[in-house]
């Protein structure tokens, strides 16, 4: 089982990240309107890509003949706390919009992973 992955949105782009006993800020560059406090969400998704890949050829030397492909996260549960004075709609309204997260939108859509040797 996974740890549960929190997150606090603190300004217009700074988000403090709690996972177990990791914590980290993600943010977006100043050029970008954020405070460059730590990495954008898109260098987080290639950091998990990197990082799993690195992990699964270490993985290999122990286990080049092992069959089992269980432990694959297929789903996402994305529960969102919103505060402050909102009405129901203004809830629902910022829910869909919550959807149009791009790097959701990027999970779900066809991803194309090129290894190449260098």
């Given at each position: ?6 997150l ?17 800020v993600?943010d ?10 730590g990495?954008?969400?898109?260098d ?12 699964t ?12 492909q ?6 996402f549960?994305?529960?969102?706390a919103?505060h ?8 629902q ?12 939108k990027?999970?779900?859509?066809e ?8």
């Open positions: 089982m996974s740890t549960p992955v929190v606090h949105s603190r300004s217009l782009f700074r988000t403090e990240v709690d996972a177990g006993p990791h914590h980290w993600l977006e560059p100043v050029d970008a309107g954020g405070g460059g406090e990495p954008t969400p898109y987080m998704l290639a950091a998990a890509l990197g990082g799993c890949t690195s992990m050829l270490h993985f290999a030397k122990d286990c080049s003949d092992c069959s089992a269980s432990g694959w996260i297929h789903r549960k994305v529960e969102i919103l402050g004075p909102l009405d129901d709609e203004q809830r309204r910022l829910l869909a919009i919550a959807a149009r997260c791009p790097v959701a990027t999970l779900q859509n991803i194309r992973i090129d290894e190449v040797l260098v």
